[in-house]
């Protein structure tokens, strides 16, 4: 998903990484990832069918199901819990995005740097070390920094 364009997919993480980033002056700000089991989906593109200010892109081979906007419409409609089944995965969607938002106004980047950790075990040896750095809202290498005192202190 490009910045621009409309939404109109909700997609399941079959297998692969996909980052959601912005791009804001010339540089591009890692604000979220998705991985197995995820779903993936510009929802404020979606729900409103406007323009995504946003973008969402592989960074390995991935394998992704796809339903369309109308579908599961349908769905919602048709299955049974399926509109609870979105409520509820909205909420946890939303609950998530004010987490974050939260922690980049109160929390260190030692501190986001260890929630990413703990947050998407695994994904630190299969995501650049930059796009981890976007994520927690450092230059690469401040991220390195936090990276060797967060090791000193694991062997003391």
Avoid: W
Wanted: charged letters at 25%; one cysteine or more.
């Amino acid at each position: 998903m490009r910045e621009g364009e409309v939404c109109d997919k909700l997609g399941l993480v079959c297998r692969g990484v996909f980052r959601y980033y912005i791009d804001h002056e010339d540089e591009d700000k890692t604000y979220n990832f998705a991985r197995e089991g995820d779903f993936i989906c510009n929802y404020e593109s979606l729900i409103k069918q406007m323009p995504s200010p946003k973008n969402i892109q592989a960074i390995e081979a991935c394998v992704v199901r796809v339903i369309t906007k109308k579908d599961l419409q349908v769905f919602y409609k048709h299955v049974k819990e399926g509109n609870l089944f979105g409520r509820i995965h909205i909420e946890n969607v939303y609950a998530e995005t004010i987490r974050q938002l939260i922690s980049h106004y109160t929390e260190s980047p030692e501190h986001r740097y260890l929630n990413f950790l703990k947050n998407y075990p695994g994904l630190s040896q299969r995501i650049p070390q930059y796009y981890i750095a976007s994520y927690v809202g450092v230059k690469p290498q401040s991220l390195s920094r936090i990276r060797k005192r967060l090791a000193t202190k694991v062997l003391y």
